[in-house]
T-cell receptor
């Protein structure tokens, strides 16, 4: 079974600084997608960024980028120029052709002003 | 834009009572999912459906039943609620592709006394 591990229960970053959230996963499949979701206090799940496993180029969405290391099964999220609105729980997730989306336990990100 | 709607948003049950959570989506998505979210454990898949009339078990299916009689609706039932089922429940839907983003409802908080 696929598993997703987020080893950082909580992270803090100063406003305008950069922070990296870690994620590792375990799979024997070669074709899959990886996602980062954000859950603010409102509880709404918001897609931040997605990465196709067969693409070597790291995905980027404005201030959010990933470092995808397929061989190491690592998928970290970098947030640049952190803003107060970035404070939330962040979940890493994995999806294969079985179409189940498997989540990590989450990382709480706190942004200090 | 309704998206994914869950009802009820909050519910308190006594041990042994039954209830049904309703999820409705208006995006014509094929796939629908029920997750539960518990502190420190992320989102865990309870059951999912890849089309009308089909259902499948996820990671934590025990104590729950589901039905997908209509494409737009996915029902989650608790026949005999237990305190261990106290959680926040999320419904999600997506297109039937590997890349498909999951769209989430706002969550339903269930407390079993």
């Amino acid at each position: 079974a696929q598993t997703v591990t987020q080893s950082q229960p909580e992270m803090s970053v100063q406003e305008a600084e950069t922070v990296t959230l870690s994620c590792t996963y375990d799979t024997s499949e070669s074709d899959y997608y990886l996602f980062w979701y954000k859950q603010p206090p409102s509880r709404q799940m918001i897609l931040v960024i997605r990465q196709e496993a067969y693409k070597q180029q790291n995905a980027t969405e404005n201030r959010f980028s990933v470092n995808f290391q397929k061989a190491a099964k690592s998928f970290s999220l970098k947030i640049s120029d952190s803003q107060l609105g970035d404070a939330a729980m962040y979940f890493c997730a994995y999806r294969s052709r079985g179409n189940k989306l498997v989540f990590g336990a989450g990382t709480i990100l706190r942004v200090k002003s | 834009n309704a998206g994914v709607t869950q009802t009820p948003k909050f519910r308190v049950l006594k041990t042994g009572q039954s209830m049904t959570l309703l999820c409705a989506q208006d995006m014509n998505h094929e796939y629908m999912y029920w997750y539960r979210q518990d502190p420190g454990m992320g989102l865990r898949l309870i059951h999912y459906s890849v089309g009308e009339g089909t259902t499948a078990k996820g990671e934590v299916p025990d104590g729950y039943n589901v039905s997908r009689l209509k494409k737009q609706n996915f029902l989650l039932g608790l026949e005999s609620a237990a305190p261990s089922q106290t959680s926040v429940y999320f419904c999600a839907s997506s297109w039937g592709s590997l890349t498909g983003e999951l769209f989430f409802g706002e969550g339903s908080r269930l407390t079993v006394l």
